[in-house]
């Protein structure tokens, strides 16, 4: 890709030969693996380009580093549709899933082609010309200019350089060690330490039992509990399967029973909340024993299904908490002090490292910032049209995942998507894609989702409708009729031909700072 390094101008010359790209895709992690690999096979007269911010691929799962860490879906619905999960745990562990990342990436040829150290700041388009001028950031602090079609944001929903870390009263005082999952020490030795683990979800349930082994004692301190369902780490159809069937036939096999036995599942506890979520907890309690507190620590006050159910590999963590390796604590945090945590029951954590396993801090497209034609550009003021793509926002896509299923099942068919696009508007001679929002159309949340994560984040998350194409589905077959077979010019996609640049102002208009 060339790079304009020293100019605040775009390359000149008619038509797209000037550009740098025909689409430039933002991460090189599990989406923006997918997404170049979907590129190369189906639409491969596209010429694509890929940015890093960070200096090694793998997103999610190179950035995290903390003990135990894992999916918290199987791998064969968060693996890709294209390349089949072989390995025996269906629940793999952070290092697997990044080798297989790698090796997607370097099968294809696609690891030599990522730019790391790039980091996009701003993108600004320029209707007349029908592409995007992009600012990228490199580590060294210099800056350049690179122009593009088509923007596919694969960088995720949460910020990289930034967790979510509640203030509390006394923190400045404690003694001990202070970390949070997101930025863990590598040098970090909790053997024989006392450990109290602040937090509910995935990320808690995690680090608890894999932690219990090495520390004197480990506390899991939650204000509200969870729901937690164990199940095995590995699929044993999926193994017999791969015995005797050839192995992409095993792969989608196991793929369609994982999707639609998670459908059954979500609908199930739509349809019947109460019933679902007793047997939840009853299954629990089979866990850990009649004698312990499940209606304390492993009830939620909420339905399943209107936050995330926690994973459990194996039972994992009621094992350790069976064994007296690990411990549930539920109650509200009063202040820090120089040796652990007073709760609001007057009772003290003793603790010589303290995890805040608090959460993620949200972002929108990836923290850049948009301009259109001059006019700076709001994602929280817009809608999602089919969950990958956003209202007045033209020729960007945006790869994001289901709350209730595995993020690679949208990330897959928004590939698919994309691709269709792309020969759809080749084969017209059209320049720009741009959804137009009908203002009939009720905005609502583009998360159905209580998790505090998300409802931290509602100021800058886009909006969802209340009807197609402005409904962000969490069903997968829902999703794959209307990204694989739905009508590409369906009245709300807007398109355009090739703009004239011959005789056009090739300069780049920039919005003034907010």
């Known amino acids: 890709m060339h790079k304009s390094k020293t100019t605040a101008t775009p390359n000149s010359g008619p038509g797209f030969d000037s550009l740098d790209s025909d689409l430039l895709i933002v991460g090189a992690g599990l989406s923006g693996i997918g997404a170049a690999r979907h590129l190369q096979a189906h639409s491969p007269h596209t010429r694509w380009a890929m940015v890093e911010a960070r200096a090694s691929l793998g997103g999610t799962w190179d950035l995290f580093r903390y003990p135990g860490v894992r999916s918290d879906s199987d791998m064969h619905t968060l693996g890709y549709d294209f390349k089949p999960w072989t390995d025996r745990k269906a629940i793999a562990d952070g290092p697997s899933i990044l080798r297989y990342i790698q090796s997607t990436a370097d099968e294809s040829g696609i690891t030599g082609q990522i730019q790391f150290g790039r980091k996009v700041m701003r993108a ?6 029908s592409c995007w001028c992009v600012t990228l950031s490199q580590a060294n602090g210099s800056q350049e200019l690179v122009t593009t079609r088509f923007l596919y944001l694969c960088s995720g929903y949460y910020s990289y350089t930034q967790a979510h870390q509640p203030a509390f009263e006394g923190q400045a005082t404690f003694q001990g060690k202070w970390v949070h999952p997101q930025f863990w020490p590598q040098d970090l030795d909790y053997s024989g330490k006392r450990v109290v683990v602040i937090g509910s979800g995935a990320t808690a349930a995690t680090l608890v039992p894999a932690m219990a082994a090495k520390a004197a004692h480990v506390t899991m301190l939650q204000r509200s509990p969870t729901y937690m369902v164990s199940r095995p780490t590995e699929d044993a159809m999926a193994l017999n399967l791969q015995r005797f069937l050839p192995e992409r036939l095993a792969h989608n096999l196991t793929r369609w029973k994982n999707i639609l036995l998670g459908m059954y599942f979500f609908r199930l506890s739509r349809r019947y909340p109460d019933k679902v979520k007793n047997h939840l907890i009853g299954l629990t309690q089979q866990q850990l024993g009649t004698d312990f507190d499940t209606a304390k620590h492993f009830t939620p006050r909420y339905s399943p299904w209107d936050q995330r159910i926690c994973l459990v590999p194996d039972g994992d963590l009621f094992r350790e908490v069976r064994a007296g390796h690990a411990s549930v604590v539920t109650d509200t945090i009063v202040r820090i002090t120089p040796n652990g945590i007073e709760l609001a029951s007057g009772e003290h954590l003793a603790a ?42 033209p020729n960007v896509f945006m790869a994001m995942g289901y709350t209730n299923a595995s993020w690679t099942l949208k990330a897959d068919l928004t590939a698919s998507y994309v691709c269709r696009l792309l020969k759809h508007m080749e084969h017209h001679s059209y320049s720009q894609a741009v959804p137009r929002k009908d203002p009939l159309v009720k905005a609502q949340p583009y998360f159905d989702f209580s998790s505090s994560y998300v409802q931290r984040a509602t100021s800058v998350l886009p909006m969802q409708g209340d009807r197609a194409p402005w409904r962000v589905h969490q069903n997968y077959l829902a999703d794959m009729l209307s990204l694989r077979w739905g009508r590409l010019d369906d009245g709300v996609m807007q398109f355009k031909g090739h703009a004239k640049t011959e005789h056009a102002d090739l300069s780049v208009t920039r919005s003034e700072p907010d």
């Open 124 to 129: 600004d388009w320029s209707t007349a010309r």
């Open 352 to 393: 010589d490292i303290i995890i805040s396993a608090t959460g993620l801090q949200l972002n929108a497209l990836g923290d850049i910032a948009f301009s259109v034609d001059g006019q700076t550009y709001n994602p929280a003021q817009a809608m999602a049209y089919k969950g990958m793509m956003l209202s007045d926002l």
